[in-house]
């Protein structure tokens, strides 16, 4: 009995000393693993010259060559843009007012916001390094903007769409008077934070979305591929407007019609149709100046001086039927959208 009880000592000591070479070896591989990939960041960061701890309005830098020529090849002659003291003021107020994890994950992935007079679009997050895993972004600007609040810039967005000739209608949007570039840094930051933690698959028009993607509760029922709506939404109003792949300017006559297809879907704005990447800045964006900073969004249709059409895209179920998703982006931590989201 005294031998059988010292073999079974042996072999549990044996036994264990195995389990804890096992985990110190674990351990050793996830530690190597972390300090290779902190190297990798490391190397990113020394690459491109961006300093994590650097103030972002240290960040205003000339807009990059790539980014020009491809407005250039298009035939557009865009200019760098100087700001100004008081421009540059404004940006960094814009900056602060983001949500802290806009700001966090800004800091360890911005590389630089550039400024462009003539610039055809409003702004565009481009980028840097496309092949690494951990990525930097540039956001480049439309500059006449920071001279601009953000219902006269939001007004004169949602005019385009439309042709007023011969009609007594026009379209106005109510959000409020913050500057401009405020929700522009909003939208665009949402972009950054996006590709960064890898919150929705990349965009590429025809790409069928994963399995694991269409459980993304974001995106789940409301896209069958990155710029393709769930068959629920697939009606030809809003498939025909400016920002869908084949739309065109309508006719203001047919405004009131849009804002009701639209207000029977989970979009937050006709722009956030254009691909499931714009819908959730759109939709977040959104969801930050009407419920964080307790502001208004109304897109309305006046008849001459009198409103004959409101949409308020969360007054319907369908508008607040992601809000819960939304609490990722104002948690402590960040693990992507869950199923309970």
């Known amino acids: 009995m005294q031998r059988q009880n010292f073999l079974r000592l042996i072999i549990s000591s044996t036994l264990l000393s195995?389990?804890?070479?096992?985990?110190?070896?674990?351990?050793?591989?996830?530690?190597?693993?972390?300090?290779?990939?902190?190297?990798?960041?490391?190397?990113i960061l020394h690459t491109y010259g961006l300093n994590p701890a650097s103030p972002f309005?240290?960040?205003?830098?000339?807009?990059?060559?790539?980014?020009?020529?491809?407005?250039?090849d298009a035939g557009m002659s865009p200019r760098n843009h100087e700001l100004t003291a008081e421009e540059r003021l404004t940006v960094e107020k814009a900056f602060a007012a983001l949500p802290p994890l806009h700001q966090r994950i800004l800091k360890e992935h911005l590389r630089s916001i550039n400024f462009l007079d003539n610039m055809p679009n409003t702004a565009l997050t481009s980028t840097v390094n496309g092949k690494d895993s951990y990525r930097l972004y540039d956001i480049t600007v439309r500059a006449e903007i920071l001279h601009q609040n953000v219902s006269d810039w939001l007004t004169e967005k949602e005019r385009n769409c439309y042709k007023t000739q011969g009609s007594s209608l026009s379209i106005s949007v109510e959000?409020?008077?913050l500057d401009a570039i405020v929700y522009v840094l909003m939208h665009e930051g949402t972009h950054v934070v996006d590709g960064a933690l890898g919150l929705l698959p990349v965009?590429?028009?025809?790409?069928?979305?994963?399995e694991s993607s269409t459980a993304n509760p974001f995106?789940?029922?409301?896209?069958?591929?990155?710029?393709?709506?769930?068959?629920?939404?697939?009606?030809?109003?809003?498939?025909?407007?400016?920002?869908r792949q084949g739309g065109k300017v309508?006719?203001?006559?047919?405004?009131?019609?849009?804002?009701?297809?639209?207000g029977k879907t989970p979009f937050a704005s006709l722009y956030g149709t254009s691909s499931q990447h714009e819908d959730l800045a759109e939709y977040l964006t959104i969801y930050h100046f009407t419920q964080k900073l307790k502001l208004p969004f109304r897109v309305i249709i006046h008849n001459k001086e009198k409103e004959v059409f409101v949409y308020e895209p969360f007054k319907s179920k369908q508008g607040?039927?992601?809000?819960?998703?939304?609490?990722?982006?104002?948690?402590?931590?960040?693990?992507?959208?869950?199923?309970d989201s």
């Open 203 to 210: 965009n590429e028009p025809g790409r069928k979305l994963s």
């Open 18 to 43: 195995i389990s804890l070479m096992s985990f110190c070896f674990n351990s050793m591989a996830q530690t190597t693993s972390k300090i290779d990939s902190s190297r990798q960041v490391t190397q």
């Open 219 to 243: 995106i789940s029922g409301v896209w069958s591929e990155p710029t393709l709506f769930a068959p629920p939404y697939r009606n030809t109003m809003l498939d025909s407007t400016r920002f």
């Open 57 to 72: 309005i240290s960040r205003i830098r000339e807009t990059p060559a790539s980014v020009v020529k491809m407005f250039t």
């Open 250 to 262: 309508l006719s203001i006559n047919q405004a009131e019609a849009v804002y009701e297809s639209l």
């Open 320 to 339: 607040r039927s992601r809000i819960k998703c939304m609490k990722l982006f104002y948690a402590h931590s960040e693990h992507g959208f869950s199923a």
């Open 175 to 177: 959000a409020g008077t």
